[in-house]
């Protein structure tokens, strides 16, 4: 398999060091704040903070501090959030894919395999219907492919394969993972690691064991959970 190189932006850092912190958080506070629930001299105060002709190199004031200061958890946890999502859409790449693929043929197993972006984790389930788990394997699949965006997670009948001797039902359901074109995890019979009742937090777990899944990757929701916790 040939290698493939891959166009990357750079990073673009705008702001570095603990005055561009401090400039960036005047004006998240600036643009977040009700204006209209502020003292007219806190307002001024803010507006005075986040003005770009403000020398950039005037130290933060003790009346500065004491406003950041005095600023709620809730306010902070969301500055922290929201500079961690950009700096995350900033050093992400790669394709995205949330759903489970279904190959048709061997040629298209072997497509998903060798073509498929070098940094794409490739989970590959070979099943056959009538065989147990196989199905229950497929719905943890889908649950996971939502949880596991940047894997693709795909499936593929034993007999599409083109090499159904090679899959007979007693060492199904299997669970293929690949990288960059090489088999990273062979699971032959996999369920017989899992309870008789198993579900998609036992996979992942499992998967995860071998170090196979990526770091899953925070939903919309996550902002609020972390505020309930804290």
């Not at 809730?74 to 961690?84: D, E, G």
């Not at 147990?132 to 693709?152: I, Q, R, W």
């Amino acid at each position: 398999m040939s290698d493939r190189i891959v166009d990357e932006e750079p990073v673009i850092v705008t702001h570095t060091g603990p005055k561009g912190v401090i400039n960036d958080w005047r004006k998240f506070k600036l643009e977040s704040m009700d204006q209209e629930v502020l003292p007219p001299s806190k307002r001024e105060l803010l507006r005075q903070m986040s003005s770009p002709q403000k020398p950039k190199d005037v130290c933060m004031s003790a009346q500065e501090y004491e406003l950041i200061k005095e600023d709620d958890e809730k306010s902070l946890r969301k500055y922290r959030k929201q500079c961690m999502q950009e700096m995350h859409e900033r050093l992400s790449f790669g394709p995205k894919f949330e759903a489970v693929y279904d190959l048709d043929s061997g040629e298209a197993f072997l497509e998903v395999i060798e073509k498929e972006h070098r940094l794409t984790v490739v989970v590959v389930h070979i099943y056959k219907d009538g065989v147990k788990g196989c199905e229950a394997l497929n719905s943890c699949m889908d649950c996971l492919a939502t949880e596991y965006p940047s894997v693709k997670f795909c499936r593929i009948n034993a007999a599409a394969t083109g090499a159904g001797e090679r899959f007979p039902d007693e060492v199904l359901p299997s669970l293929l993972v690949y990288k960059a074109g090489e088999l990273l995890g062979n699971f032959l019979a996999v369920t017989q690691h899992f309870n008789e009742e198993f579900f998609a937090t036992d996979v992942e777990a499992f998967l995860n064991e071998y170090g196979l899944l990526p770091e899953k990757e925070c939903g919309p929701g996550a902002e609020e959970e972390e505020a309930d916790v804290e």
